[in-house]
């Protein structure tokens, strides 16, 4: 195989527990041959005894032996070091999230055609098995037409890190939020939404939004509700999806859907009348079931809490090796996150945040 020699920008939780672990799992596919980080400690790699450390970001771009660069730093640093490494005749594999602003975006999108190189946004989430599993049962229709989708990510807790201050750009709208985001818009579809959002800060020590609440809405489009709670400690469903003839329910590990068969009962014409007896609308109505449950737990939760790195950044890089190797076409595109990064920054203007400096607006 001619494996494809990868240079890591940013050698933290996404650098090493996502990507590095990646890589020496697809050790036939991609070599680490460079590791860059600001801090000295951080810059080795006991797989990779050889790969050359670098200090600064510029120096790792410019070494001749990187073919690609995997660029995991502070979120408002992606688009700056996406665009640097790509103008460097690089391949770049980009983090979440994918620039601040659509600007940001079109520079990045810019630079990947002018220099006929594949740029990757990193949506590693969209190869979950849960989200798979989902967009099976969609695909069969046994639903039917989806009015309402729900997604919900709870959780209790502080966090102190850069993740929880603007001036990095951090937040849960570009922390987490690309995750639901990317699912949210898949499930509502190819038009434009209008995007409904509220942010707030509870728990988070930093000045950021550790909650969010954003909506998609439109014409012909279900309406779409993400939740990023850092106070909600019940568990919470992470799926609802509802549709004519059924509903979806579950969590990252396990789903059940349940649907009818309408055509299986009397049509009902509307009766201007009250019903007789002071009856209530009621009918039974006979439930077809399904479910489906996680067999290998690696395989849902694709962040950097997961080591070794789980299938879905697997996949991931599978369909990068596919597209830059044999020039097939990418399976999540920069166009796509785009839209994606159009809603975040809808968000981001709606509540007033000022974007951090360096973001084209
Ligand atoms: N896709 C996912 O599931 C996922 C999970 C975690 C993090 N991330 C993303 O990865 C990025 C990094 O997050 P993290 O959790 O790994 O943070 P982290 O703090 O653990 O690591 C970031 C590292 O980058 C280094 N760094 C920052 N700017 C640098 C620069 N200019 N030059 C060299 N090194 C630099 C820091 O020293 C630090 O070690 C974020 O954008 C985050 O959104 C994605």
Redesign the pocket.
Known sequence: MDRIKVGI???????CN?HADAISQKKDLFDLVAI????PE?RSHQEFPNAEAYA??EDLIADPEVEMVVV????Y??AK?AIQALDAGKHVLC???FGFTTADVDAMIAASKRNNRVLQP?Q??RFASDFEAIQEVLRSGVLGEIGFVRICWPGFGRRW???TSRVRGGGQL??NGP?LIDYGMELFGDSDPVVTSTVRNMLGSGDAEDEIHVMLQGEGAPQVEMIISATCAFPQDRWLICGRNGTLRGTGTELEWKYVDWSKYPERKTDMNPLPGRYFCSEDLAFTTGSWKEENTGNTD???GSNPASAPALKLYDTLYRAIRLGEPQVITPEQIRRRVAVLETCYRQNGIPFPEGTRQ
């Open positions: 920008i940013g050698f933290g939780r996404s650098g996502i860059c980080d600001e801090l951080l600064k970001a995991s730093t502070y979120n640093t992606h070091y983090e979440k999230p990193f590693q989430r890190d850069w993740q570009y922390n995750h694709g962040g950097a």
